[in-house]
């Protein structure tokens, strides 16, 4: 179950699916900087774009602390749609934290293996919708002892919510849209001076036009990998 806060109180889900949009920048060029970056590591590149990993309910987590099997992998800050009991759709924030080893295997087991974290507030999606591209994400990692920019950009740069949910896979779609009790992040921005883990990771997401942001923190816990 999670829970969210909004400006008019809270609601809380028994969440039944999970997807993650991979490969959803709305520039190419864009797109294929983030397939050379994980390229890099060994990722072999998708066989098309978009892709929808889906993940089990369990990996999503709104803790402050998470505990991920070895220091192989790094968070990715990604919109994230939630469509409640009723369908309708609210906007929050979620890490795609992923181990990097693993994905040079396979990505999908990849994204299976950790957690998801994602933060304990939301806004009504019709409330931005009409500034969408607007929106600024962002995220800061731990690299020696600093706190650095580790990812910036607008929702500009990522596909439209439509055209996600034109492209939705049957099993979590219902009636053009994100099946209730259903939680889809939205694809990513590039990583800045290139992808790697940290110890803690912080993300937001601001809407300038009002003001408001939604942030979330958490820090790893990394675990012994035992031979």
């Known amino acids: 179950m999670l829970t969210f806060t909004h400006d008019n109180g809270e609601f809380t889900l028994d969440i039944q699916r999970v997807a993650i949009a991979g490969w959803a920048g709305r520039d190419q060029a864009g797109v294929q900087h983030h397939i050379d970056e994980l390229k890099l590591l060994g990722v072999a590149p998708p066989s098309q774009t978009p892709l929808f990993y889906r993940v089990s309910r369990e990996t999503l987590t709104q803790a402050s602390q998470v ?9 990715e800050v990604e919109t994230c749609l939630v469509s409640d009991a009723e369908g309708t759709l609210w906007v929050t ?14 990505v999908a087991e990849s994204k299976q293996l950790c957690a998801k974290p994602i933060a304990r507030h939301a806004w009504k999606l019709s409330e931005v919708i009409d500034h969408w591209d607007s929106l600024e994400i962002e995220s800061e990692i731990e690299d020696a002892g600093k706190t650095v920019r580790y990812q910036q950009g607008t929702l500009a740069e990522l596909l439209p919510v ?3 949910m034109e492209r939705l896979p049957a099993a979590i779609a219902k009636d053009d849209s994100l099946a209730p009790n259903s939680v889809l992040l939205c694809g990513t921005v590039p990583a800045i001076g290139g992808i790697r883990p940290s110890p803690s990771f912080t993300m937001r997401l601001i809407d300038p036009q009002t003001g408001r942001r939604i942030e979330h923190r958490y820090e790893v816990e990394e675990l012994e990998v035992v031979a």
């Open 162 to 164: 439509a055209t996600l």
């Open 67 to 75: 505990a991920m099997l070895g220091g192989e992998g790094s968070g």
């Open 93 to 106: 924030i979620a890490s795609d934290h992923t181990d990097r080893k693993l994905e040079a295997v396979g």
